[in-house]
């Protein structure tokens, strides 16, 4: 277990008022950290070790089952970190792609006017005036 800063503890102070309004869910968890000014101290959090210390010490049915939603809530916050830093390793790779695929763009443009500068140049020499002797 370990104190919030006050920078994390601003960062989810957002969120939970957000949930107070519409569920009212974890207002009783809020109101124990707050004063008449405000929050008195900042509150504690577990990590996922703690958590599985704290089951080994308490022993209570309320107390497991609490524990087992705990632990399946961090298991489904890391399911989403690896797949988000799945995504972000996909989209560098994408733009890396554009950026060869720009490259290869450039190329085929720089190839196709040249190519027209070519015919419009043969065109010049083919239409243009003819001296000498005509038949």
């Known amino acids: 277990m370990f ?3 006050k920078e994390e503890f601003e960062n989810l102070r957002f969120p939970i008022e957000t949930l107070e309004k519409s569920n009212g869910f974890l207002r009783l968890q809020n ?13 504690y959090a577990f990590t996922e070790q703690g ?3 704290l089951s080994g010490i308490l022993n209570s ?16 916050i890391r399911r989403i970190v690896l797949r988000q830093n799945d995504l972000k390793q996909q989209l ?4 890396e792609r554009l950026g ?4 290869q763009l450039n190329q085929i ?15 010049k020499w083919e239409e243009r005036e003819r001296i000498g002797f005509k038949v």
Do not use: C, W
């Open 3 to 5: 104190q919030l800063t």
């Open 31 to 43: 109101e124990t950290s707050k004063g008449r000014g405000g929050t008195r101290y900042l509150p």
């Open 51 to 53: 958590v599985a210390m």
């Open 61 to 76: 049915d309320k107390a497991i089952n609490m524990n087992i939603a705990i632990m399946r809530a961090f298991v489904e």
């Open 92 to 95: 560098q790779e994408i733009k």
């Open 100 to 103: 060869e695929h720009d490259a």
């Open 109 to 123: 443009y720089d190839a196709m006017e040249n190519l027209l500068d070519e015919k419009a140049e043969q065109r």
